[in-house]
């Protein structure tokens, strides 16, 4: 599904991704962990398209097409959803109506009729039961005056209802206490399935326990220095990323 | 035509008024006439040397030889449709070329201790309750077009409220401007007498039949007794051809409550003032404000909110959007009183660019003279938010809506204030109209 092949980038002068090589298979659950300033939001951002990140380097192919011929919008359409570490803001844009377009774009670009508002109401009103949010969260201005967990549920429902093919997770489960952890891990529990694949970024372990991962790299100052399956996570648990990063040194 | 020629024009114009005012007309009302047009005379049109004027030059205006409509111009219900708003159940005055026009006005069923009438009507009948209120908040010395509007005098509303009337249904006043000539003006003038603890809405609503490229000089004098609640709505959609200078002037009396939806869509050059004056404790006003300019557009607002008594509150919040070569003027002024203390000030004014050629100035100014007070303002001026655009691009939005979405949404915060839904809906319309890039936005999302 994801092909990274010695993806590097910049941001500004600085150069953070140094070759990263990543394949993601349809049906995979992968982990990338690593410390702060190792490159994991960047690669995010990259993957999602922002301004200001420029890819210097190497190349990436998402279901056989160039990612970087993609704007960011059409990325979406394509079936891949960014989480973000901040989801933004969105003053006087209500939750609904942000809901409402996104799923519309897609059935768009699909070739599928637009959603008529009942059908739409109910099929949101289910996934939010799955975040225990609020239906009053529908009618509130995107992310506004939200808790950092309730942003975190917001960007989970936002997947639960656009059901992408390849969801990438930015440190979604940074500042969450343990309930609303649950709540974010079985949301992308629901996710997961063989035709579907998730990247979860992060720099704690915890997250794992909740979501098993299929595979985990360890990025460190913007290359993976080492893969493995779930028991890597439990090994930097006991050894902190100081031992990985000095065994591969 | 030459400066000379239009003194020339304008002094005749005054004279012929004189020469007209017949011998029904109390002294009261030929002195203020007379001392309106004899201001008017002296100062001319203001010119941007002046430091109310800086940023708006009225030379578009001053260079015309304005004269008033002489016949009835054409008038029809679809007409009215098309510029009224859908849905909304209203008694009406409607207004051409600043004229009261009765048989598109429906003033039945009001309730009783409510007035509602022409001020031709009224001055003609019987003027003298309108002796406390007609030109006594708006003086000929605050600008040459208040008193303009005071010596040129023709027709407009008159609204009085009893003591604890409630006025359930708004009242509508459709001011508009046909295509009866390039150079006709007009001078509305809104009366607003709001008794002790009474309550209405009323839309004061500027706008032009196709092709209209008049100049409409308004003035409207409210006084809100103690306790009274005042929902005033000044909506400008003329053409974008027309000229459109205002002038509100809002006193408040013990513990009453104005809120002002201002919204600015039309007109090629137009200038407002809002003056409120907070005599009484506990009065407050709420004022809200959109302004949108494009293509060679030219929008101006001053407010000026005098706190003269203690436990005063305002409540300001003016939003501007610029497109195209547009330009908007934003000037909010806050005045607190030696002795108003306990006063509660907010003024906020966000601005919005959408074109490199588009500018807005926003000025706030605080004058504070009392120490126990709480006095907050803001002001910006930016281009849509980055951030925002990618987030809703990475949901599938594409940039022409995204933008379209954040736009609408910056104005959409003023305007989800306005307590009218047919009006707040058939303006939003307007405005994804005038917005190019919001075409596809479904504004009741």
């Known amino acids: 599904m994801?092909?990274?092949?010695?993806?590097?980038?910049r941001v500004e002068a600085a150069e953070i991704l140094k070759g990263i090589d990543l394949e993601v298979k349809a049906g995979e659950v992968h982990a990338i962990m690593g410390p702060n300033g190792s490159g994991k939001s960047t690669l995010c951002q990259v993957l999602g398209g922002r301004d200001g990140y420029e890819v210097t380097g190497g190349t990436v192919e998402y279901l056989g097409k160039d990612l970087f011929e993609l704007e960011p919008e059409e990325r979406a359409r394509e079936g891949i959803l960014l989480g973000f570490q901040y989801p933004v803001e969105i003053p006087g844009v209500k939750n609904i109506y942000l809901l409402k377009e996104a799923y519309n774009a897609q059935r768009k670009h699909?070739?599928?009729?637009?959603?008529?508002?009942?059908?739409?109401?109910?099929?949101?009103r289910e996934k939010l039961k799955t975040m225990q949010m609020d239906e009053s969260f529908l009618h509130r201005a995107v992310n506004v005056g939200f808790s950092g967990g309730e942003k975190k549920r917001n960007e989970i429902l936002q997947m639960l209802v656009l059901e992408p093919k390849l969801a990438l997770l930015d440190e979604t489960d940074s500042g969450l206490d343990i309930d609303a952890l649950k709540v974010v891990s079985d949301g992308v529990n629901r996710l997961r399935s063989p035709d579907r694949a998730i990247v979860l970024v992060t720099h704690y372990q915890r997250l794992l326990s909740h979501i098993e991962p299929d595979f985990v790299?360890?990025?460190s100052d913007g290359r993976i220095i080492k893969s493995g399956d779930k028991t890597l996570a439990h090994?930097?648990?006991?050894?902190?990323?100081?031992?990985?990063?000095?065994?591969?040194a | 035509m030459s400066t000379n020629a239009l003194s020339q024009h304008y002094a005749e114009q005054v004279q012929r008024?004189?020469?007209?005012?017949?011998?029904?007309?109390?002294?009261?009302?030929?002195g203020r006439r007379r001392g309106a047009a004899a201001r008017f005379s002296e100062a001319g049109f203001p010119d941007p040397r002046q430091e109310e004027w800086k940023y708006t030059n009225v030379r578009p205006i001053a260079a015309k030889p304005f004269v008033a409509a002489v016949t009835d111009a054409p008038m029809s219900e679809d007409a009215l449709r098309a510029i009224g708003f859908e849905g909304l159940d209203a008694y009406r005055m409607v207004f051409v070329d600043g004229r009261l026009r009765a048989e598109f006005s429906d003033l039945a069923d009001l309730p009783s201790g409510v007035t509602v009438q022409g001020l031709s009507e009224a001055l003609s009948s019987d003027p003298d309750p309108l002796e406390p209120l007609l030109g006594t908040l708006a003086h000929d010395r605050f600008s040459s077009f208040a008193a303009a509007n005071m010596a040129f005098l023709t027709d407009g509303a008159v609204i009085r409220l009893g003591k604890g009337v409630r006025l359930e249904r708004p009242l509508h006043l459709l001011i508009v401007g046909s295509a009866g000539g390039p150079v006709t003006w007009s001078h509305p003038r809104v009366l607003i007498q709001a008794g002790e603890g009474s309550e209405a809405t009323v839309i004061e609503h500027y706008a032009d039949l196709e092709g209209a490229s008049g100049f409409t000089n308004t003035v409207t004098e409210l006084r809100a007794e103690a306790g009274a609640q005042l929902r005033h709505y000044l909506l400008q959609d003329h053409a974008d051809s027309a000229y459109h200078v205002g002038s509100l002037f809002i006193q408040q009396r013990r513990d009453s409550r104005v809120t002002s939806h201002n919204v600015n869509l039309g007109g090629r050059l137009v200038r407002h003032d809002l003056n409120v004056d907070l005599t009484e404790p506990g009065a407050e006003i709420e004022l809200n404000g959109l302004f949108l300019v494009g293509g060679r557009q030219h929008v101006d607002t001053h407010t000026r909110v005098h706190h003269s008594s203690p436990h005063t509150t305002s409540r300001e919040q003016y939003r501007g959007i610029g497109q195209g070569h547009g330009r908007g003027v934003f000037k909010g002024r806050v005045l607190v009183e030696?002795?108003?203390?306990?006063?509660?000030?907010?003024?906020?004014?966000a601005n919005l660019l959408l074109s490199p050629n588009a500018e807005i100035d926003t000025k706030p100014e605080l004058e504070i003279y009392a120490d126990d007070v709480k006095c907050a303002h803001g002001a910006t001026v930016g281009q849509l938010d980055e951030t925002s655009m990618y987030y809703l691009r990475s949901?599938?939005?594409?940039?022409?809506?995204?933008r379209g979405m954040l736009v609408f949404a910056f104005a959409d915060e003023v305007l989800e204030r306005m307590e009218l839904l047919p009006v707040r809906t058939s303006i939003e319309n307007r405005l994804a109209a005038r917005l190019p890039e919001a075409g596809a936005i479904d504004v009741i999302g």
């Open chain 1, 2 to 9: 994801l092909k990274i092949n010695n993806l590097q980038a």
């Open chain 1, 110 to 124: 699909r070739g599928e009729p637009e959603a008529d508002t009942f059908q739409f109401l109910k099929l949101v």
């Open chain 1, 217 to 219: 790299h360890v990025l």
């Open chain 1, 235 to 248: 090994e930097l648990e006991r050894n902190g990323y100081h031992g990985i990063i000095e065994e591969a």
């Open chain 2, 17 to 30: 008024l004189q020469d007209g005012l017949p011998g029904a007309i109390p002294e009261w009302l030929a």
């Open chain 2, 338 to 349: 030696r002795g108003a203390q306990k006063t509660d000030a907010q003024q906020h004014s």
């Open chain 2, 395 to 402: 949901r599938g939005i594409d940039a022409e809506a995204a």
